[in-house]
């Protein structure tokens, strides 16, 4: 079973939209594959949802915050990253990506984060978009 990181955007984008990104999750969901989420991509993902343009979406969807940072947490094993990295300078949140990744040997990170896609691999995990993602899962 593959091991996968996503970022918040595949998160966020799989949990207010339809497509790629909402199929990944339902991937994790029906345990397809292994998704793993430290605290702080938590934390992460629940200020970003407390952002305006998010919560009118999860209102439409009748989610709250708190039901979403839920499911993610149900579909995901909770792991505490045991390594800081310190590899993109331009967005140091992205390094919380790798560290969890790092941690719990993934073999993909999905992203829609081009300073993570610039890196396309990292340690061997590749990095990829959502789409390409699911045409690795279907072969």
């Avoid at 991937?27 to 702080?40: D, N, R, V």
């Avoid at 629940?46 to 915050?65: D, N, Q």
């Amino acid at each position: 079973m593959k091991r996968v990181v996503f970022d918040t955007n595949t998160l966020i984008s799989g949990l207010l939209w339809d497509g790629n990104e909402s199929i990944v999750i339902e991937k994790a969901e029906i345990k397809a594959i292994k998704l793993f989420i430290s605290h702080q991509m938590l934390e992460e993902l629940a200020g970003v949802l407390k952002r305006k343009k998010f919560t009118k979406k999860l209102e439409g969807k009748e989610y709250t915050i708190e039901k979403a940072i839920a499911k993610i947490a149900l579909i995901s094993t909770l792991i505490e990253p045991n390594i800081n990295i310190n590899e993109i300078k331009e967005d140091l949140v992205d390094n919380r990506v790798l560290e969890c990744a790092i941690s719990c040997k993934a073999d993909f990170i999905v992203s829609g984060d081009k300073h993570l896609l610039n890196l396309k691999e990292y340690e061997g995990i590749k990095i990829i978009k959502a789409a390409e993602f699911i045409s690795h899962l279907s072969n």
